[in-house]
């Protein structure tokens, strides 16, 4: 089995209507203290989440600051970490991690690479 490299991670932060007021907190938290960059806002389920959500994707070098930081500071909310490698269905199904509640995700639109 060849060692697949990770080319960085991202972050999807879920939320629904009563909850987006803190997702925009994690968001403009996240934001201030890392380098990260910040994706849109989805209110409508996207690709594989079936959930409203955000992305923040980061270098390998600030996974160690910024997961640390949504454990203690992602206001309930659910949120997944999967690292990037080119492989989707692998980083989002066998490769990741959840912080609070795990989410159902569309696994048929997850290619595998």
Do not use: C
């Not at 930081?69 to 490698?85: A, Y």
């Amino acid at each position: 089995m060849s060692e697949r490299e990770i080319k960085g991670y991202h972050a999807h932060i879920y939320y629904d209507l009563d909850t987006k007021d803190a997702a925009a907190r994690v968001r403009e938290g996240l934001g201030a203290g890392f380098r990260v960059q910040l994706g849109s806002w989805h209110d409508e389920p996207v690709g594989p989440h079936l959930k409203a959500m955000y992305q923040a994707v980061f270098s390998p070098e600030e996974f160690g600051k910024i997961v640390p930081w949504l454990m203690i500071h992602r206001e309930g909310l659910s949120v997944l970490v999967h690292p990037s490698t080119g492989d989707s269905h692998g980083d989002h199904l066998e490769r990741s991690l959840w912080l609070g509640e795990k989410l159902k995700l569309n696994e048929s639109v997850l290619r595998r690479g």
